[in-house]
Every structure is written in structure tokens, then in C-alpha cells.
């Protein structure tokens, strides 16, 4: 029965973010339209987070056996799949290709912001009531600090090089 309010969970999730992403793109905040330099850099870094996905998938893979169940299977892709978003974010953000040209960066950092905050928020609670980690085993609540890691890596890489570019300029 647990399981079923997990995946059920997870289910209202997506549709709730699809929702937003929905509304984001009706109100012209996400614009998704790239220059050539900038695809061909999205390029270069989807090859190199597939790259890094399929690295962290065998080391995922790898730790499972040398270690036995150290994760739950949802906390052990979710880390995966951070993995490779990062590397894609990191890349396409130092390279001035992660926001398209009719974005508009401020409403875009400030849904980081509050992904980061809700999705740490949520770990932290995970972690207060014992609930992150049970007879050793990371369990599926890690996806939210997962999430939340990975959206702060990201905002702070992305503030970061905005300062940088300020001070060249």
C-alpha cells in the first residue's frame, strides 16, 4: 500500500509540474529559441551529461554490488539523473547557452529559487523526522534534497558567472 501512495505521489508531481511548465510557456517566461553558437553548445553539453549519466548509472550500479543495497532504486537514479542535469546546466551556463534569447532570466532563476527552497525545505524535514535514511538504506525521500542540490548548483553557478560578466564589462 506504501508503494501505491509513493507512485501516486510521484504521478501528482509531474502533472503539477507540467502544469507550470505549461504556464510558463503561455506567458512567454520559458521562450525556448536558441542561436546557432548556443545549439551547438546545448549539443556539446547533452553529449556530455549522456556521457556522465551513463558513468554514474555504471558507478550506481557498481556500488550496489560491491556495497548491497546502500540506495532505493528511485534515490539511486534520481542521483544519477542529478548528475547529468548538473553537467548539462554547468556547461550550458558557463558557455552563455542555457537561457534562450526571449527568456527572461530573472523569472527563470526565481522558479530555481523556489524549487531550491521547497525541495531542500522538504529533505530537511525528511531528515528531521529520521525518514532520509532507514536501516542504512538511503530511501526514496532523497529525491527531493536531490533536486534541491541540484537547482542550487545550478543558481549558484548561474550567479556566479553572471557576476563574472559583470566585472569583465
Known sequence: MKNQFVFLGICCGVIIGLVVVALLFKKKVLDVTFDERQERIRGMAYKYAFFTLMIAVWIYGALDLALGRWCDTLAGISLCVGASITVFAVICIVKDAYL?????????????VLLTVFNLGIGGMYLASGELVE?????????????GLVTLVILIVY?????AERKEG
Request: net charge positive.
Open 159 to 163: 550567479l556566479v558567472n553572471v557576476a
Open 100 to 112: 534562450g534569447l526571449k527568456e527572461r532570466p530573472r523569472a527563470v532563476m526565481t522558479l530555481f
Open 135 to 147: 536501516d542504512g538504506v538511503l530511501t526514496f525521500r532523497a529525491v527531493n534534497p536531490i533536486v
